[in-house]
């Protein structure tokens, strides 16, 4: 029998982890959001009046079953931090992380492979936990593919090894099979995005490169504000029911057939958009059989 | 509220600037230091310099001796200026709490509230950096945390050019490890006090009550108690908002030595702070002297006033013991700048004691009596003795 990511993470560092085992009914979809730390959102309702930002995780955790950390970006993962979050949540969270910018935006090219093993050393302790459920490599729309691009992804990829991993191309020029066949050879997630329609962007594929795994992230569809450079323009959309609908009834069912485990993220954090249309994407997977499980106090109501 | 202060800080930022407008000084050793003065000092060095042992103030012979291959240039301040304009130009469609460093590369902006605008703080901090280096070719270190102080400590911790996130709730774990010396608030004679109870790091005074400080600190205690647990509420100033103060400054003509002739020169600062003070009805709570000397080297003291008084004579005598503070060197002095603030309207307690009462009187009569005379015959119709010898 192959071994899981945990398994085969846990196996490379020497170590005997096994992954814990999920409760029985709760589902492989997990639905979250890019980020949950967003004083906006209190006044959007989402959290209670006077929530400060370090008790939103819990409440967060109460709602949803996975996070995206999006700061991990911005700053280096720090094992004591990370620690402290995966504390604050219940056994059966999950996170995905990003990798930091130092490795996918602004690589040094002496440095990057410390940068890895500062970046594993900052995620150990939800990897220990079994709590990790993907890194995320979030490629910038400017990483063209090229062979030194080609040549550096695939180190990157190599010195990553081991954890369950996603890459996130923004630009168009990777949607190629060879791409693809080259993911799957590694059993790394591609991630399927939704995005404005934008020539040069990578294009919404529901291709599964990984057994383990397929991600999906939803950005928002606004035209405008994707050029302005202002992230809260950039992301600033609602999603109609109807295209939550199309998502999940044709591409997030086709991927869940080709993957053990499914997360989807939604980026469109303006006025607490985003963990609404997650909520209405979960009510929508759920009623085709692919429940999403918000309350894992509760988990066998849930299970359908 | 939660407050997101973010701290740009560009390290060694004389020498930041001159290698943003000279490539050629990249990767080699730098110090800024006064040219052609026989006994010229450090003002700022590069990391390269930094690593071979040159360290600010340092006499630049020494450091030339440490470090041969060390490419010395002076000092440009107006260039340093010129930057850190371009830098809070940078900052202002972000925030209207804009709190730049005198042309040290430092720089507060407060976007607490801004996200719904601007996205997360520490987006914007990431943008501000990345315009930095795109646009100036400066490469800052940045921290976002919930205020003043403890950004400041954590761009300290990442120098060169590190970033660091500090959340609400988070500041007094966060300094436990901190070596006290990196703590701003935490001075000179508190430093040598608390190494003296073996206390060197933010975490092991945070351990102590208010109580225990209290016994050798005094009312200090309050400040120390706060400031290591990373309690700071000191606001992030608007653009251009300065705390009200008095300036006053003087040049030699010739770098001067002589006690009565720099004493002399104090004093003309004095009259003139002491006449912006009084025509605004106000009175000083603190005076701040800062030296500096003629190779390149600054000295600089303050002490309170207390009572507040707007009185030459009165502040002179604080002015001048604040002076001799700051200049415990043997060498010439070439330019004095007096401050006043922590302006206050004038006490209205009156002195107890009848012969105290008399000499603030006789005192404020006189100072009366000079500001009639200048009023009405100019500035110059009248001086103090003292005045002559500079």
């Known amino acids: ?304 | 509220m939660e407050r997101h202060v973010i701290h740009i800080n560009v390290a060694d930022f004389a020498v930041a600037v001159e290698r943003a407008m000279d490539r050629r000084l990249r990767e080699r050793p730098v110090v800024i230091a006064p040219d052609g003065v026989s006994r010229a000092v450090v003002y700022d060095m590069s990391e390269e310099a930094y690593q071979a042992g040159v360290r600010k103030g340092m006499a630049l012979r020494r450091a030339v001796r440490l470090c041969p291959d060390v490419r010395i240039l002076p000092p440009h301040p107006s260039r340093y200026e010129q930057v850190m304009q371009a830098l809070v130009r940078q900052a202002l469609p972000y925030s209207p709490l804009i709190e730049p460093g005198e042309a040290d590369g430092h720089l507060f902006v407060d976007v607490t509230g801004t996200s719904r605008l601007f996205g997360p703080p520490v987006d914007v901090a990431w943008r501000l950096r990345r315009q930095a280096w795109t646009e100036l070719s400066l490469a800052p270190g940045w921290a976002v945390a919930p205020n003043k102080l403890v950004a400041k400590v954590a761009t300290r911790l990442v120098k060169p050019d590190g970033d660091a996130i500090v959340r609400a709730g988070d500041e007094a774990r966060f300094l436990v490890p901190v070596p006290l010396h990196l703590v701003p608030g935490i001075e000179h004679r508190d430093l040598v006090r608390l190494g003296g109870f073996n206390l060197r790091r933010a975490g092991q005074v945070a351990s102590l009550s208010r109580d225990a400080l209290q016994a050798p600190f005094g009312r200090r205690a309050f400040h120390l108690f706060d400031v290591v647990r990373g309690i700071d509420r000191s606001p992030v100033r608007p653009v251009g908002h300065q705390p009200p103060r008095v300036v006053t400054a003087h040049t030699f003509e010739e770098d001067a030595h002589a006690v009565p002739v720099v004493e002399g020169a104090l004093y003309g600062l004095v009259e003139k702070a002491g006449q912006v003070l009084r025509r605004q009805s106000l009175a000083a709570g603190r005076v701040m002297v800062t030296v500096d000397f003629s190779d390149g080297l600054r000295g600089a003291r303050q002490r309170s006033l207390r009572p507040a008084t707007a009185n030459d004579m009165a502040l002179f005598e604080t002015a001048r013991s604040v002076l001799h503070m700051a200049w415990r060197r043997r060498v010439r002095i070439r330019h004095l700048r007096l401050m006043c603030d922590r302006l206050t309207f004038p006490p209205a307690q009156r002195e107890l004691f009848p012969s105290a009462a008399d000499a603030d009187r006789r005192q404020t009569c006189l100072v009366s009596a000079l500001d009639r005379i200048r009023q009405r015959f100019g500035t110059d119709a009248i001086k103090v003795g003292r005045t002559l010898a500079a």
Do not use: C
């Not at chain 1, 302790?125 to 490629?139: D, W």
């Not at chain 1, 949607?175 to 919404?204: I, M, Q, S």
């Open chain 1, 1 to 304: 029998m192959p071994l899981t990511v945990v398994e085969r993470w846990g196996v490379m560092m020497g170590m005997d982890v096994m992954p814990p085992l999920e409760p029985a009914g709760i589902s492989r979809v997990r639905v979250g959001t890019s980020g949950y730390s967003y004083p906006e959102w209190v006044n959007a309702g989402f959290y209670p009046a006077g929530t400060r930002s370090g008790r939103m995780l819990p409440l967060y955790a109460q709602q949803f079953s996975a996070a995206e950390l999006n700061y991990t970006w911005y700053q280096m993962p720090k094992a004591v931090a990370i620690d402290r979050m995966r504390r604050q949540v219940p056994p059966h969270f999950r996170f995905a992380v990003k990798l930091t910018r130092t490795m996918t935006h602004e690589v040094d090219r002496d440095q990057w492979r410390g940068q890895v093993a500062r970046y594993r050393d900052g995620v150990a302790p939800l990897a220990l936990a079994g709590q990790l459920a993907a890194v995320l490599l979030q490629l910038p729309a400017s990483f063209e593919r090229t062979r030194p691009r080609r040549h550096y992804l695939a180190a990157l990829l190599e010195e990553l090894a081991g954890l369950p991993l996603a890459v996130e191309f923004r630009h168009v020029s990777w949607a190629t099979d060879r791409v693809f066949a080259e993911l799957e050879n590694r059993r790394v997630a591609l991630v399927a995005v939704d995005a404005p329609a934008l020539p040069y962007l990578f294009p919404p594929l529901e291709v599964v490169t990984s057994p383990d795994l397929f991600y999906v992230r939803f950005h928002g569809r606004n035209l405008a504000g994707w050029r302005s450079g202002n992230m809260q323009q950039q992301f600033d959309y609602a999603y109609g029911a109807a295209e939550l609908q199309e998502w999940a009834e044709t591409r997030i069912a086709a991927m869940a057939g080709r993957s053990r485990r499914g997360l989807v993220f939604f980026n469109n954090h303006v006025r607490a958009q985003a963990p609404a249309n997650a909520r209405q994407l979960m009510a929508m997977l759920a009623h085709q059989g692919l429940p999403e499980d918000a309350s894992w106090s509760d988990t066998s109501s849930t299970s359908t």
